[in-house]
Nanobody
Framework: QVQLVQSGGGLVQAGGSLRLSCTAS???????MAWFRRAPGKEREFVAA????????LYADSVKGRFTISRDNAKTTTYLQMNSLKIEDTAVYYC????????????????WGRGTQVTVSS
């Protein structure tokens, strides 16, 4: 089992930055970490993912060049650095974990954080 605890988020003006954190505990060796988000009235969508070694990262086209996923040396905390935030980035952000390869498919992730609100204002 893997438990995920999220932190970060909040309210920021368009063009600003925020960093989200997600700390994993339990059987964490080898897990892929990812971020998804759900905007009001929309389905959950993929944001970014990183495999255990950090050698593979995936990004949604909508966040490429603005968001960066990273992991600490212990590989138990994953960060999502969000720069140049746009109003359309407003959503509840979820971290997720799985074993195996990094993927943008939410159905493949078996472990989820509780979510954290990110609101970008004009």
């Amino acid at each position: 089992q893997v438990q995920l605890v999220q932190s970060g988020g909040g309210l920021v003006q368009a063009g600003g930055s925020l960093r989200l954190s997600c700390t994993a505990s339990g059987r964490t060796f080898g897990i892929v970490m990812a971020w998804f988000r759900r905007a009001p009235g929309k389905e959950r969508e993929f944001v970014a993912a990183m495999n255990w070694s950090g050698g593979t990262t995936l990004y949604a086209d909508s966040v490429k060049g603005r968001f960066t996923i990273s992991r600490d040396n212990a590989k138990t905390t994953t960060y999502l650095q969000m720069n140049s935030l746009k109003i359309e980035d407003t959503a509840v952000y979820y971290c997720a974990a799985k074993r195996g390869q990094a993927s943008d498919r939410s159905s493949l992730y078996g472990y989820w954080g509780r979510g954290t609100q990110v609101t970008v204002s004009s």
